[in-house]
């Protein structure tokens, strides 16, 4: 559907995102009638894939992030009936750059299944989807290199105030304990294999 298919209805693809300069990434899930997008970057034909491949199924936008709702505005205006979700703690945030029609808090039930978990205690989520035993990461963590050797914490100097990088540690303890076997962050290279050791190793590190 859009970017390269990682496991059967599981998508990645990455887009130059203008005021960060950079390469990001974003993610696609396609599970029974809901398509999902994370943080999506959407350019070109990708506008069109999308809508050939919604067909009647419902269109749901989550974010990790408020800074990470890029495409979501427009993704609202353009298909009727697509639901933006914002994490509670987020919500102001995230209105202020796209339409929200829908708040969860972590632990609620998400589109396709998938799960919210606190990334550090505030705003920020991690997605695990189950089905495809993947962990989807916005800013605290990062990718390392191109080849997707490793993960490492964000800067200690993106953390909101309230926040320090042992606290970030603290809060990606649940997930430790997931069988996670892929790792799909916005920034930097995912990780295919050897995800639960790179997971544990960020860990620490943070």
């Known amino acids: 559907m859009l970017g390269k298919e990682l496991r059967p209805g599981l998508w990645r693809w990455t887009a130059h995102h203008e005021e960060w300069k950079k390469e990001v990434a974003a993610v696609a899930i396609v599970r029974d009638e809901d398509v999902v997008l994370i ?23 989550l974010l990790t992030i408020h800074w990470h709702a890029r495409s979501a505005g427009e993704i609202a205006s353009r298909f009727d009936g697509a639901r933006i979700w914002a994490n509670s703690r987020n919500r ?3 209105a ?6 829908d708040v969860f808090r972590v632990g609620d039930e998400l589109p396709a299944g998938l799960v919210a978990l606190e990334a550090r205690p505030r705003s920020e989520v991690l997605y695990w989807d189950p089905g495809s035993r993947a962990l989807i990461v916005g800013d605290a963590l990062l990718g390392d290199g191109e080849k997707g050797s490793g993960l490492h914490p964000c800067p200690g100097w993106w ?3 309230s926040t320090d990088l042992p606290s970030l540690r603290q809060a990606l303890r649940p997930a430790l304990d997931l069988p996670v076997e892929l790792i799909l962050p916005s920034h930097g290279a995912p990780v295919l294999s050897g995800a639960k050791q790179a997971l544990a190793e960020a860990a620490r590190a943070a």
């Open 92 to 94: 102001a945030a995230v």
């Open 96 to 101: 202020r750059r796209s339409p929200v029609t």
């Open 159 to 161: 953390l909101p105030e």
């Open 39 to 61: 943080d999506p970057l959407l350019v070109g034909d990708q506008w069109d894939r999308l809508e050939r491949r919604l067909g009647g199924c419902q269109l749901h936008v």
